[in-house]
């Protein structure tokens, strides 16, 4: 079976390759914070959220997450609760 179908399959593995493949994760993360990009009082759009591991860094905003893979929307519904379409 080829990585990206074991990925289609797995909701966790895929967020997991996202955390490891991603070098700069806590980078990424950092800038983003250092420019204010995590404000609640914003609203977000999320287009492509995978298993929406942005939600959470924005708890107290007006979140929406929209995936083509039902499995990374089942998953981000169970794990963060959020609302995901």
Same mark, same amino acid.
């Given at each position: 079976?080829?990585?990206?179908?074991?990925?289609?399959?797995?909701?966790? %593995? !895929?967020? #997991?390759?996202?955390?490891?493949?991603?070098?700069?994760?806590?980078?990424? #993360?950092?800038?983003?914070?250092?420019? *204010?990009?995590?404000?609640?009082? /914003?609203? !977000? #759009?999320?287009? *492509?959220?995978?298993? %929406?591991?942005?939600?959470?860094? #924005?708890?107290?905003?007006? !979140?929406? %997450?929209?995936?083509?893979?039902? /499995? !990374?929307?089942?998953?981000?519904?169970?794990?963060? *609760?959020?609302?995901? *379409?």
């Amino acid at each position: 079976m080829k990585l990206f179908s074991i990925l289609e399959e797995s909701a966790a %593995g !895929y967020e #997991l390759v996202q955390r490891l493949v991603s070098l700069n994760y806590r980078v990424f #993360l950092r800038e983003l914070r250092a420019e *204010g990009f995590f404000d609640p009082r /914003k609203s !977000y #759009l999320d287009v *492509g959220c995978g298993t %929406g591991f942005l939600r959470d860094y #924005l708890r107290e905003a007006d !979140y929406l %997450g929209v995936d083509l893979n039902p /499995k !990374y929307i089942a998953a981000a519904r169970r794990k963060r *609760g959020c609302p995901i *379409g």
